[in-house]
């Protein structure tokens, strides 16, 4: 995030400036001061909408925002875990949506499979690589098989695919998950992929 963050100190430099350019050139081309109050509302209004959707033009590298799907699979699991391995489905498909701005990214809650929700606790942005901490409460029927109810797990996903427009379009990376009061008990593989309503033309990031 912080190179998400000096952006947007820079584009709201510019803006500024620019705010002041416009009240100079409206007070130049009529003849008269424009009120003061217009050049407050110019700046508000440019950074909202700066905040709203321009950083996500200017910076599409950084831009996770939106609805993702994504399967996980679990491909270390520590037999205490559950009954017997042959009943425990080794791949689970979710989705997540993540909300984002440029000062901040997260998770909200979101259901899957096995899963009554898993939200994140904390998440971080370094360059083209997202790492979170989450909790997860799970359904009765992946208790039964052993699982305990709620679990912590951490993730480390990096970017493998952009779409034309530079946003990111494809995440792969690992998990571990650990009971409240036990070591780790699985870990594995996880994947996402941005929800779009068009294909669109992908390439690696440089």
């Known amino acids: 995030m ?31 001061p424009v009120p003061r109050y217009l050049y407050s509302l110019i700046i508000f209004l440019a950074i909202w909408l700066y905040n709203k959707c321009l950083w996500k033009i200017v910076s599409p590298r950084q831009n996770f925002s939106g609805k993702w799907w994504g399967y996980t699979n679990y491909t270390c699991l520590q037999r205490h875990v559950v009954k017997t391995e042959s009943e425990l489905p080794t791949t689970r498909q979710h989705d997540i949506a993540i909300n984002q701005s440029p000062f901040e990214i997260r998770i909200e809650s979101s259901e899957g499979a096995g899963m009554v929700y898993w939200k994140s606790e904390s998440m971080q942005l370094e360059g083209n690589t997202i790492k ?6 799970r359904k ?21 695919e952009i779409n034309f427009w530079g946003m990111p379009t494809r995440m792969k990376g690992t998990f571990h998950h650990a009971a409240l009061d036990q070591c780790n008990l699985y870990s594995g593989e ?17």
Do not use: C, H
Request: hydrophobic share 35%.
């Open 132 to 137: 979170m901490s989450y909790l997860v409460t």
């Open 140 to 160: 009765q029927d992946d208790i039964q098989l052993g699982f305990p109810k709620i679990t912590k797990g951490i993730e480390e996903l990096e970017v493998v």
């Open 190 to 206: 996880t994947e996402y992929f941005k929800k779009r309503k068009k294909n669109a033309i992908q390439k690696e990031p440089k």
């Open 2 to 32: 912080e190179k998400l963050r000096w952006q947007y100190v820079k584009d709201i430099t510019s803006i500024a400036v620019f705010s002041v350019g416009i009240i100079y050139f409206l007070d130049s081309t009529f003849g008269k």
